[in-house]
């Protein structure tokens, strides 16, 4: 698995945790729907060291942690993502390959 695209965009509040969600770019709104509860998210977490470069949040002060959660976005399981912990205030959606 590669990353294909990343997307930044603003949450609604600045001092909410940042969530990163993964999607793959080859499925379609109906495999999206069914596969959310069964997502790769240890191969997912493997890319988070490349997608911290990319994002420059590898600046060796502080190096942000990451933690799976099936209830990232609400409070269902509809939105699947990482949790992570000393950046705030964004909403990071991550195509994969």
């Not at 294909?4 to 001092?15: A, W």
């Not at 470069?53 to 060796?60: A, F, H, P, R, T």
């Not at 190096?63 to 950046?87: E, H, I, L, T």
Request: include cysteine.
């Amino acid at each position: 698995m590669e990353i294909s695209k990343v997307t930044v965009g603003e949450q609604h509040g600045r001092y909410v945790k940042t969530r990163i969600y993964f999607h793959p770019s080859s499925e379609t709104v109906m495999e999206n729907l069914m596969n959310r509860k069964s997502r790769p998210y240890n191969e997912y977490r493997k890319m988070l060291p490349k997608l911290f470069e990319q994002l420059g949040w590898n600046d060796g002060k502080i190096m942000p942690r990451a933690k799976w959660s099936q209830f990232a976005g609400c409070s269902c399981p509809c939105s699947p993502g990482f949790v992570v912990d000393n950046v705030y205030g964004r909403n990071i959606f991550v195509d994969v390959v």
